[in-house]
């Protein structure tokens, strides 16, 4: 486990930050968080009707897009481990009278049974999970057969010029105006910049995936390459066995 995503220490963190996480999610992004989870939902394949859920799922806002996006003859359920994040997020789903509902549970140890939903999906979560490999098997595991594990991240530009001018707000300008904001609580603002620079780039990452036992891994970037949603399908045998993961592996490569 890397020191950094400690649980305990990631669920004070968030705990601490959760009255203004929303607000300075949407100013410090420019409001594009909204269209990035929008586009997540739509990666992932989610229709009307569906039951799908949301890992990692803080205050709600990708769990309530997935539950606009199943209907009301679907089912949107959001799980996460730190509970004030969960209970600001089902006041805002009740508020709006969104039947989402929000509980609190380790995505490395989902109370769900196996196969249980059509889409499995985490937004700017998995990244704080403290084994990466671990928590993608447990989306899949609840997966159903064909199913598809979407993965939203913040990823690197590609773009060297772009990346510059990226990085001095990313790097500098972000963490100071993040923690003046959140009163600095536990440098979560500095955390951020720290654990994306740490993260496996695209590449990478689609491997894991698929080592993770995921079929025909797709990548779609976002805003010059500040997102990507990372896709995966469930194999109809789970665990897969060693001669598919071997297959899908090469797939990969
Ligand atoms: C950056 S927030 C993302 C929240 C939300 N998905 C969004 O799109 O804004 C990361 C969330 O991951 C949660 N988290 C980290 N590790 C977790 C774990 N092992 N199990 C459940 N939740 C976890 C944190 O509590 C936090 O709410």
Redesign the pocket.
Known sequence: MQPM?E?AR??GM?AAIAGT?DTL?HVLSLNQ?RGW?RFAVEMAGVRAGDTVL?????????ALELSRKVGPGGRAVG????EA?VRLGQGKADEARDPVRLGV????RLPFASARFRAVT????I????DLRA?IREMARVTAPRGKVAI?EFTQPANPLFRFVYYVYFLILLPILGNLVAGGRRNAYGY?PRSVLAFPDRDELARIITDCGLLDVRVHSRTFGIVTVHVGTRPGQWPPSSAAAASASRGAS
């Open positions: 995503q649980p990631i669920r968030f996480y999610n968080d989870r949301d890992v990692c799922c803080g205050t709600g806002d990708l799980t996460d481990f730190c994040m549970a380790d995505t490395l985490v937004g700017f979560g990244r704080n999970v403290a928590g939203l951020l």
